[in-house]
């Protein structure tokens, strides 16, 4: 599972919050622009997934079967870096595949070259987010 994955989720609620299949449209897109995410507009256009205050919204980098990711800014550090927003509340049946994801990247990406480190996990209201290092020239398609 990487940080978009390419599937479409047998989780997904039929009305659509949060991606659907593999739609990785830049954020220069009029849809992709639009608050597919469900998080509120910050003063620069984009949605804040609740994260206003630790973290500045800069673009949508996909959509995938579990939800969104975006590249943000940690404010603290200024450090720019993928975050993986999923809409709650998470399905019950999503909550596993989640949890693995998150631990297998926190137990492996840690120093390994060829996978993406996972640095934190985030909760807002509205989101549950995995802050992942973030490695610009799109995806790592095999």
């Not at 991606?19 to 830049?26: I, V």
């Not at 673009?59 to 990711?69: A, D, H, P, Y």
């Not at 049946?93 to 492996?108: F, G, N, P, W």
Request: with cysteine; charged share 25%.
């Amino acid at each position: 599972m990487g940080c978009a994955s390419s599937s479409p989720s047998k989780y997904e609620d039929k009305g659509g919050a949060g991606g659907g299949g593999a739609d990785n449209r830049h954020a220069s897109s009029s849809k992709a622009k639009s608050d597919k995410g469900g998080g509120k507009k910050s003063g620069s256009g984009q949605p804040d997934f609740g994260l206003a205050t630790t973290h500045e919204v800069i673009k949508l980098l996909g959509r995938g079967g579990e939800g969104e990711t975006w590249l943000v800014k940690d404010k603290e550090t200024g450090e720019e870096v993928a975050a993986k927003l999923i809409k709650r509340p998470i399905p019950k049946a999503a909550l596993a595949v989640i949890k693995r994801e998150i631990k297998i990247q926190s137990d492996l990406g840690q120093g390994h070259l060829n996978l993406v480190s996972a640095d934190e996990v985030i909760l807002s209201k509205t989101h549950l987010g995995l802050v992942m290092e973030y490695v610009p020239g799109g995806h790592a398609h095999v």
